[in-house]
Structures are given as structure tokens and as C-alpha cells.
């Protein structure tokens, strides 16, 4: 049984009920400018420390940069509430764990295979959707997953090269991602975003303590800390720019922008890091983001026909 109070939105927040897409679309814009640098910046850091310990020191400054702004603002205090506090401890727990495996990988494999694996996200999403919400989907749809999963196995090569790590938890951190987001506009519309953000943010620090215990380190390069800054500031405005953006915009009109990552990441990676996607990634890049953005597409066809 859902209690009446998961079901209640917060009556000092505006809720977005009706859609409005160009409103989505900056906030999109906004989060793979942000998403984009904070990759770097991962990679920048985990360059000196695990990526546990990366994560860590991102939530830690987060949260304290946090309470200190709720703190000193009363206004933010009263835009927190946690009305379906199940959803904000499964999203938190699943951002959580998207972010271990999302830094992981960054940290172990090359930029734009990361980033690449990362676009399966909307695929999973609409499985999520199929499984989760009982929406049904037709067999041009089931065609694009199909498509999108060999784009997959074309850059993992299973059976030619040995299966890494960083492969396997990149589409880990895709899924779970990807079960998060469909949380997202409920949970945002109820408790707005930044309750949204700051419980995921909370329950990430718990978790990541005591994944992180064994390799606890204080960064001792300039640039290393430099690079969590970063962390903090692009990782909370990625963080509230994709809440608002799903709270604001249909996810098939939004779905297209996020590839712009591949472009950004990719010629950072190439300057900074001297790295150059091989055939098969540009290959299985092609087939994955062909996928997703016909979904995308059929999806918004469908919700214009009714």
C-alpha cells in the first residue's frame, strides 16, 4: 500500500506538470558541459588516488559545502523535505553505486569507450520502463535494443580480447544510473530538487566510507586537489541539471544533446591524456547512439498519436 504521503508535493515548490521542453533542453545543456569537465576531472584525480577515495573526497566536500549553505539559509532549509523517504534511499542508494562503477571505469579504461558505454543508459531506461511500468513496446523498438546491445558487444569484443573490469561496470553504472533517473521526476515533483540531490548526495558519503576505508589517502598534488573542486562543482550541477531537465522535458527529446559528451570528452581525452578511440569504438558508437536516438524518436511519435 502507497501512503498519502508519498504522494504529496511540496506546497512552497512549483511543480512542473505540464511539460515544457526548451526549458529541458538548457537544463541538459547545462549537464553535459558539466558532466564532461567532471569526467576529466576524474581522471585528473584518480591519476594519484583510488577511485574510491575519489568519490569519497567529491561526496565529503559536497555534503559539508551543503549543510554549510543550509546552514546560513533558511530558505533552503525550508525547501527540504522528504515526503517518499523509500525513494530517496533506493535513488540515493543506487546513484551511489552508479558512481563507484562510473569512476572506476573512468579511472581504468580510455575516455571515449567510458563515455560511449555510458550513452546504453536510455536503453536500460526503456527496458526499465517495459519491466517496472508494464509500458509496452513494439518491435521496432525491441529492434533498437537488440541494435544497441551489438554496438556493445562490438566494442567489448567478448571472446577476441579478455573482458576488463572497467568494461563491465561501465554498463553496470549505466543501469543503475538509468533506474535513477526513472525516479528522478516523481521524486523531484514532490520534494523538489535539491531534497532530491542532497539525500543521494548523504547516502552516497555513507556508503562510500566504508568502500573507501582501505585506501584512505590525503591527496598530495596541487592538481590533484584542484581536480575535486571540480568534482564538487560540476558533479552538483550535473547532479540538479539532469533532476531538472527530466522534471521539465520529454526524455526523447533530451536523449539526443547528451551525445555532444562524446565530442567534448573525446577531444579533451585526445589533448589531455594523448588518446584516440580505435575502429570498433567508433563503430559500436555509431550503432549504440543510432539506437538510442530511434527509440528516443519513436517514443516522442507514440506520445504525439495519442
Known amino acids: 500500500m502507497i501512503k498519502h504521503s508519498t504522494l504529496r508535493t511540496n506546497p512552497k515548490l512549483t511543480p512542473a506538470p505540464e511539460r515544457d521542453n526548451w526549458h529541458g533542453l538548457k537544463w541538459m545543456m547545462l549537464s553535459v558541459v558539466a558532466s564532461s569537465a567532471m569526467t576529466i576531472a576524474a581522471r585528473i584525480a584518480s591519476q594519484e588516488l583510488d577511485s574510491r577515495m575519489v ?29 517518499d523517504l523509500r525513494g530517496h534511499l533506493t535513488r540515493g542508494f543506487l546513484i551511489a553505486i552508479s558512481t563507484q562503477m562510473g569512476f572506476y571505469t573512468i579511472a581504468v579504461i580510455p575516455l571515449a569507450t567510458t563515455t560511449v558505454l555510458f550513452f546504453t543508459a536510455p536503453i536500460f531506461a526503456t527496458i526499465l520502463a517495459m519491466i517496472v511500468h508494464g509500458e509496452k513496446i513494439g518491435p521496432r523498438r525491441i529492434a533498437a535494443i537488440v541494435g544497441g546491445f551489438a554496438g556493445v558487444l562490438i566494442i567489448l569484443r ?75 562543482i560540476t558533479s552538483t550541477t550535473r547532479g540538479i541539471s539532469d533532476i531538472e531537465a527530466y522534471r521539465h522535458a520529454d526524455a526523447a527529446l533530451l536523449t539526443p544533446i547528451t551525445y555532444l559528451r562524446l565530442v567534448f570528452i573525446g577531444l579533451s581525452a585526445y589533448f589531455f591524456f594523448d ?27 507514440l506520445k504525439n498519436s495519442k
Open 55 to 83: 568519490v569519497l573526497g567529491r561526496g565529503g566536500l559536497t555534503l559539508i559545502i551543503m549543510l554549510a549553505l543550509l546552514t546560513i539559509s533558511t530558505k533552503l532549509r525550508k525547501e527540504l523535505q522528504f515526503t
Open 158 to 232: 567478448p571472446g577476441f580480447d579478455a573482458l576488463e573490469l572497467g568494461l563491465i561496470t561501465a554498463i553496470g553504472s549505466s543501469l543503475t544510473f538509468a533506474t535513477a533517473l526513472t525516479m528522478s521526476r516523481n521524486l523531484s515533483n514532490a520534494d523538489g530538487p535539491i531534497s532530491t540531490y542532497f539525500s543521494s548526495v548523504v547516502i552516497m558519503v555513507i556508503i562510500s566510507i566504508p568502500v573507501a576505508a582501505p585506501v584512505i589517502a590525503i591527496p598530495n598534488i596541487n592538481i590533484t586537489w584542484i581536480a575535486i573542486f571540480v568534482l564538487v
Open 275 to 301: 588518446e584516440t578511440p580505435d575502429t570498433s569504438t567508433w563503430f559500436g558508437a555509431t550503432i549504440i547512439i543510432a539506437a538510442t536516438l530511434y527509440i528516443a524518436k519513436r517514443e516522442q511519435t
